[in-house]
């Protein structure tokens, strides 16, 4: 077994020079330590290879150990994240457990539970299973260059010595090695039409600001990005934002005053106060509870204004060392400034100026970085073009595969891409995908990770494998952007890796069967769930999946003030119109009115069932006139009462219809003060008792 570096050394004491000792040459080198890093750099020792694991940084673990303390699997199927995610997992907790301590989660329950824990124990955890796998951990091994005979890599070059190897994994969230080794990839966002995706190209479903986003002079405002977002359907090289996982506390004994940033501009923020004094309400950052009386910190994907860093990490990909250094400063700042403008603008109502003065940094944590994460949360970087590309079809429409390695199934779902000022007037965020999931559960859809997406093209390069920024689209990827899926898929990069170095043959070559049985041997999950309900894009549900008479939206003739919206999920097809809110200052609002003619195939009794998104905002009594022959009734309905758990329609009313004539449904906004919301009606014949 080789040598580990010892833990304390880790955590950031300086690098060892390279010495006569350090091991240079092993079966299997993996480049950077990130959750799919360093699962895959156990899981290919416990295969019986030599193992170097090669950090470009002095931080081990990456986002697992660097602050993102609350495990985003609540929103995935946890029965299908076993092997080395459910093994670290539990040896969390037990470090709880062994010091006598409360455990906080049970990781043998697989329920939507949260599972949150610290980062000096997720850290422990890590450096003990690298430990006893025997990985040699070198940090402050930043890659500089590839050496390659033919499509073979034979060494990397780094910052701190050069290292050879039989097979390679880049477990870096860039594809710093990909890159290096020539292999294809990209970086932003596809149009629409590249691979079929509803949910490609440019997304808007965060409502517009009334604010002005231009200074007197005409110029954007700090913290817009652009006053032309492109066309809709077209795709660009921006990417969703970077942020930091804060690790914070209001413990008196523990907290670490807040940072005052240096040189703050408090006009920086004059976008903010715009929206502030407008009556925006989304601005702050999510905290989610810890043990230890500790607060997770993270950028708020329905926020208008958080601790992300808009537009900030677009050229994070390219950037060298100190380019990058540079930008996770600018990150930082940012952070510390918009925190101090938060407890401190006037503008800033006292509640939340007082809610966030409360917060510190934890002293019991990343001591060695003055309590602040050292790790960027990178979300997003290059994608690998490899063998086969996840898109949107393959988590939604195709999940089975005929060579899967591991199973995913985070929601699709990207954070802010741009921040967007109209000279016309207006502010928008645009890039959200909210989370596309089974609303009834919670979680997203279970897909398979095929064994070709972390692949490259043979001429490429053959002794290489790519499981965090595998080769998928920018929708693709957000879904599979969490460490979960990073862990399970990283453990298979680092099996596939082991057999190929023992077999001395190409990673394109591995014997599925063989890698198969391999991995379920690691005690990974490769047969898909069953599905309680079919995945639909864009958190829709599709008309032909439902019985009885269904009539969506689209087919009702609209009068009056209608707007469109995918805003609230689920939804019937392509979204939902909604009523009840003035168009602009000019446009008075008049009565809106849909109506729906039809005729139904047989004369009877049918229930009536109606679609819509419950809110405290909506209309309490909504006028719905059936007529249909000699029969015609009135119902009012009530949007603001939940539906039924797990469905998408609730039943308002009985009527009667007749075959041999038109029915007609109509709906009006008159005498209602909210919003009404038309998405679809549903007729079901009722049984004769």
């Not at 930008?327 to 930082?332: D, G, R, T």
């Amino acid at each position: 077994m080789k040598k580990l570096l010892t833990l304390a050394f880790i955590l950031g004491m300086a690098a060892a020079s390279a010495g006569a000792n350090e091991p240079r040459e092993a079966d299997v080198i993996v480049y950077g330590s990130t959750p799919g890093g360093f699962c895959a750099a156990i899981a290919a020792a416990r295969e019986g290879a030599s193992v170097i694991l090669l950090e470009p940084t002095d931080h081990v673990g990456a986002m697992n150990t660097g602050g993102l303390s609350h495990c985003d699997s609540n929103q995935m199927v946890r029965s299908t994240l076993m092997g080395l995610f459910d093994e670290w997992h539990t040896r969390v907790v037990k470090d709880y457990t062994d010091r006598g301590l409360k455990a906080p989660y049970d990781p043998a329950k697989k329920d939507q539970s949260r599972w949150t824990f610290e980062p000096h124990v997720a850290m422990r955890v890590t450096m003990q299973m690298l430990d006893e796998a025997g990985v040699t951990v070198l940090t402050q091994r930043y890659l500089k260059s590839v050496t390659k005979e033919g499509p073979r890599i034979r060494s990397l070059v780094t910052k701190n010595g050069t290292f050879t190897a039989s097979v390679f994994v880049d477990g870096s969230y860039e594809g710093d090695l990909m890159a290096a080794a020539g292999v294809g990839w990209t970086i932003g966002r596809e149009g629409r039409d590249e691979y079929g995706e509803s949910l490609a190209g440019k997304q808007y479903p965060k409502k517009q600001m009334n604010i002005n986003g231009f200074a007197d002079d005409g110029k954007l405002l700090p913290l817009i990005t652009t006053d032309d977002a492109g066309p809709e359907e077209a795709g660009d090289r921006n990417i969703m934002t970077y942020s930091f996982r804060l690790c914070l506390t209001t413990e008196p004994t523990n907290r670490v005053p807040m940072p005052k940033p240096d040189n703050y501009d408090p006009t920086r923020f004059e976008i903010v106060r715009r929206a502030l004094k407008a009556g925006e309400t989304r601005i702050g950052f999510d905290l989610y509870p810890l043990p230890g009386n500790k607060l997770d910190g993270n950028n708020s994907i329905g926020g208008q204004f958080s601790i992300g860093l808009v537009g900030g990490g677009n050229h994070w990909h390219s950037a060298d060392e100190a380019g990058r250094k540079k930008i996770w400063e600018a990150h930082k700042q940012f952070t510390l400034e918009f925190i101090h403008f938060l407890t401190t603008d006037p503008v800033v109502p006292k509640s939340i100026r007082d809610k966030y003065s409360e917060l510190g940094l934890c002293r019991d944590e990343f001591a060695h970085h003055d309590h602040f994460s050292p790790a960027l949360y990178v979300r997003e970087s290059r994608r690998m073009k490899g063998l086969y590309v996840i898109s949107q079809k393959d988590i939604l429409e195709q999940p089975d595969k005929d060579d899967p390695i591991a199973i995913s199934s985070f929601p699709i779902d990207s954070h802010d891409v741009q921040r967007v000022a109209s000279r016309d007037g207006g502010v928008i965020n645009e890039g959200t995908i909210y989370p596309v999931r089974n609303q009834r559960l919670r979680q997203g859809y279970a897909y398979h990770v095929p064994y070709r997406s972390i692949l490259p093209r043979p001429k490429q390069c053959e002794n290489l494998l790519v499981p965090v920024a595998l080769s998928c689209t920018h929708v693709g990827i957000s879904s599979l952007r969490i460490e979960a899926a990073w862990m399970v898929i990283g453990q298979a990069a680092g099996v596939a890796a082991a057999l190929a170095a023992d077999q001395d043959v190409a990673v394109q070559n591995v014997h599925y069967k063989t890698l198969r049985q391999r991995l379920l041997a690691q005690k990974q999950v490769l047969d898909l769930p069953e599905l309680s309900e079919p995945p639909s894009a864009d958190g829709s549900i599709a008309a032909k999946m439902l019985p009885g008479l269904v009539l969506d939206d689209a087919q009702a003739k609209l009068t009056g003030n209608w707007s469109r919206s995918t805003h609230f999920k689920p939804y019937l097809e392509r979204g939902y119109v909604f009523s009840g809110e003035k168009e602009s200052e000019s446009t008075p609002d008049r009565e809106a009115t849909a109506s729906f003619r039809f005729t139904a195939s047989t004369s009877g009794r049918y229930q009536l069932l109606m679609a819509y998104s419950p809110h405290e905002t909506r209309a309490q009594h909504v006028p719905l006139t059936v007529s249909s022959g000699t029969h015609r009734k009135t119902i009012s309905v009530d949007q603001t009462v939940p539906l039924p758990e797990g469905k998408a329609f609730r039943p308002i009313a009985t009527v009667d219809l007749q075959a041999d004539t038109e029915t007609v449904i109509r709906i009006t906004s008159a005498g209602t003060t909210g919003f009404v919301i038309l998405d679809a009606l549903q007729l079901l014949p009722v049984q004769p008792e």
